[in-house]
């Protein structure tokens, strides 16, 4: 069935229980039906082994609501770090087993970057050998393999990525496509993808695509999706204050439905159909009055589909 929720955001609740659940009945309040929690906003991982005790304190707030729930991985998790991978693997398995733990049906994984956004600033755009490439893909792909075989419960959501001004392509996860190719090199039922709406809308500006086709292609292994607007416009990392860029249509500004200009009626219109996954509005913390309003605008678009 398919459900409408948003995300608890991680700044906002900054590893505070008591904000967890003040933001969860709020969403109830909205009469959402679907709620994503980042296990990193929960202070729940350390060092890469997961903290049991703020586990157990999430499932039993989580338990209070009648939500489907997913949850959102570490946003710097990196399963292509040349100096730590098996840090990075350790994060990994520990979002799955916080993710089934409190019951969640599925975890957001953003795919390997050949260059991590913490590093842009320290060095410039890379050029990669394709064999290089190639062996990071790889390794990638096993790790997700290992991962999707011990957590057979929790779906795997890899999400296609934003380009940035002068440092992309930093991750293969830009091009749906490169992004579809990887799903299907890990080859397991359990690995799928999560579209993020505003990512596609900024690639396809960037990168010249038409985003309806890229759409229909991944259509068929959508699992989840994030939805956000924006007008489309890519910008540098050092961008990051979102009261200097709104006023020029800049960056992944994570605003309500309706408030950019991404065609969300023709996107939709290429899976909705059948879709039968949690639709999450992932609105920056400084949009949550507007939570409401925009799953009303949503929902809306879908009717009209």
């Known amino acids: 069935m398919l459900s409408i929720g948003s995300n608890i955001n991680e700044v906002r609740v900054d590893g505070s229980m008591k904000a967890l659940m003040r933001d969860m009945t709020a969403f109830q309040e909205f009469g959402l039906s679907a709620a994503e929690i980042p296990v990193h906003g929960l202070d729940a991982i350390r060092n890469g082994r997961l903290d049991k005790r703020r586990t157990t304190e999430t499932k039993t707030i989580l338990a209070d609501f009648p939500f489907r729930y997913s949850v959102h991985a570490p946003n710097s998790l990196n399963l292509m770090d040349r100096q730590h991978v098996g840090l990075h693997r350790d994060v990994l398995m520990a979002s799955l087993e916080f993710s089934a733990e409190v019951g969640a049906e599925l975890m957001v994984y953003h795919p390997g970057r050949f260059l991590v956004e913490e590093e842009f600033g320290v060095h410039g755009p890379i050029t990669m050998e394709s064999a290089e490439e190639e062996r990071l893909l790889e390794l990638e792909a096993t790790m997700l393999q290992e991962a999707a075989d011990k957590f057979p419960m929790v779906v795997i959501a890899m999400e296609n990525a934003r380009p940035y001004l002068h440092h992309s392509p930093y991750c293969y996860a830009e091009l ?63 961008e990051k204050q979102q009261t200097h860029q709104i006023p020029f249509g800049k960056g992944d500004s994570h605003m309500p439905v309706g408030w950019g200009d991404i065609p969300f009626r023709d996107l939709l219109a290429e899976f909705i159909d059948s879709y039968q996954g949690m639709l999450i509005c992932e609105l920056r913390g400084r949009y949550f009055e507007q939570t409401r309003e925009s799953a009303r605008n949503l929902a809306a678009l879908i009717t009209c589909t």
Request: one cysteine or more.
């Open 176 to 238: 749906p496509v490169k992004l579809m190719a990887q799903v299907d090199r890990i080859n397991r039922d359990n690995v799928r993808i999560n579209l993020d709406f505003g990512h596609l809308h900024m690639a396809s500006r960037f990168y010249n695509l038409n985003e309806i086709s890229e759409v229909h292609a991944i259509a068929p292994i959508i699992a989840h999706c994030h939805v956000h607007d924006n007008f489309g416009n890519p910008v540098y990392h050092t």
